[in-house]
């Protein structure tokens, strides 16, 4: 296996709690990704012995607002002892800032160039915040058609633009394919041109936000497309199993992820 593969734990195996999930994940041989981890054991968390890859790396603020950039920056720092708890590589952000189920806390229908300019110097920040901790912060694409409207520079080609502007090690992208679907298409050719800048990649099928095998997404040719260009890295599951919530639905979710991805 040429790839990392993770399980997002937020969406799979809803019956049992937060911290049983990312064990039964982990048992499978996957590592695991979690959302906002305030309020959760971490201590308990880190002790399942799974891998973690990558969690929420900030709860205020929004990355394009003059008025919001500092809430990003110190929400950020306050989260980074949680990410060395559990080992966590990559810390998540949003072109800006969303709410009760993924919606924009400000709906916005343009971008501006005070907004390129901004999120281009909050980047630079979290760049160097983590260049100080030891951590990679992601910024992720989001579809505005379907699931998250209002976000302005949420495509992946806007995403791209800003990552590839600030050049940092410390600062990747998180290119969620399932998003990129929606919002562009031509997935292969974004991956190639994104690869510089990947930090970790996300995968769910289209319509339904499923496992892969589920929808349109031929992800085998994205998998030997990665594969031909290099990409060793990680492939995020944020998935719902289409069997629903259960264990049985959850454990054969995986499966379909690990077939998909065997290259």
């Known amino acids: 296996m040429s790839f990392r593969l993770a399980v997002c734990a937020e969406m799979v195996y809803g019956g049992l709690p937060l911290i049983e999930r990312a064990r039964r994940i982990h048992d499978q041989g996957f590592e695991v990704e979690v959302w906002d981890t305030r309020g959760q054991d971490i201590k308990a968390?880190?002790?399942?012995?799974?891998?973690?890859?990558?969690?929420?790396?900030?709860?205020?603020?929004?990355?394009?607002d003059p008025d919001g950039a500092d809430s990003v920056l110190s929400s950020a720092e306050a989260l980074i002892p949680t990410a060395h708890e559990l080992g966590i590589e990559r810390m998540v952000v949003h072109p800006a800032e969303l709410g009760e189920g993924g919606h924009a806390v400000r709906?916005?229908?343009?971008s501006t160039g005070e907004m390129w300019l901004t999120g281009l110097r909050t980047l630079e920040n979290l760049a160097v915040l983590g260049g100080k901790h030891g951590v990679t912060f992601a910024l992720e694409n989001l579809n505005t058609i379907l699931d998250h409207a209002g976000i302005p520079l949420?495509?992946?080609?806007?995403t791209l633009a800003l990552v590839s502007a600030v050049d940092h090690p410390n600062v990747k992208l998180m290119l969620?394919?399932?998003?990129?679907?929606?919002?562009?298409?031509?997935?292969?050719e974004l991956v190639r041109a994104a690869m510089p800048w990947i930090g970790e990649i996300q995968v769910a099928d289209v319509p339904g936000r499923c496992e892969p095998g589920t929808g349109e997404i031929n992800y085998q040719g994205v998998a030997k497309a990665l594969a031909e260009a290099g990409y060793s890295g990680v492939i995020g599951m944020e998935a719902y199993a289409s069997g629903g919530q259960g264990l049985d639905?959850?454990?054969?979710?995986?499966t379909a992820f690990r077939r998909a991805f065997e290259v």
């Open 249 to 254: 639905a959850g454990d054969a979710a995986l």
């Open 107 to 110: 709906p916005l229908q343009r």
């Open 154 to 158: 949420a495509r992946a080609k806007d």
């Open 176 to 188: 969620d394919l399932y998003h990129a679907q929606i919002g562009e298409g031509n997935l292969i």
């Open 45 to 64: 968390l880190a002790a399942t012995g799974a891998r973690f890859s990558s969690m929420s790396g900030y709860f205020g603020g929004s990355l394009i």
